[in-house]
């Protein structure tokens, strides 16, 4: 067995035992140019996992501001400043992420519409109206949704 395959097993058997070691121990591969010594398996799985994952989490955040906006708009009687506060929370998770990865705002855009259904249904979900209540097509922009000055109009003509 040459050298490079021990190593290359010793890092490999490494990703089962502790994560963070054995991603320093590939950047250090990485930075070294020993190329033929990195786990490309793993590694590969992993990045593809890191991607999934900010994609979920941008997906969860617009869920939950989606949700938080349908029960403001037409729940007046019972907002709460925490609904504010979640509003603007997940309005600042998504512009991190797009700040991060400017790439995941098309993301954002393909998503917008399952994500709303989704959140029809756990706005009737947590406040008892029935699903009906909310329109079927978004009744907010992917603009509004993000702008952090916007806010639901609540005049009694736009209420359903």
Not at 6 to 16: F, G, V
Not at 80 to 87: A, V
Not at 115 to 127: C, I, V
Not at 152 to 157: A, H, V, Y
């Amino acid at each position: 067995m040459t050298n490079i395959q021990s190593m290359t097993i010793a890092i490999k058997s490494l990703y089962e035992q502790d994560l963070c070691l054995w991603l320093q121990a590939n950047i250090n591969l990485l930075k070294e140019g020993k190329f033929a010594e990195i786990d490309l398996e793993n590694l590969l799985e992993e990045l593809e996992s890191m991607v999934k994952s900010e994609k979920n989490a941008l997906k969860s955040n617009l869920r939950v501001l989606l949700m938080h906006l349908l029960k403001y708009k037409y729940q007046q009687e019972k907002r709460t400043n925490s609904w504010l506060y979640t509003i603007l929370e997940h309005r600042k998770r998504i512009r991190d992420a797009f700040q991060i990865s400017p790439s995941l705002y098309r993301f954002f855009e393909e998503i917008f519409n399952e994500s709303y259904q989704d959140a029809r249904e756990l706005a009737a979900g947590e406040t008892g109206l029935s699903i009906k209540i909310f329109p079927p097509e978004s009744p907010f922009t992917v603009e509004e949704v993000l702008n952090p000055d916007f806010l639901p109009d609540d005049s009694p003509e736009n209420i359903q």
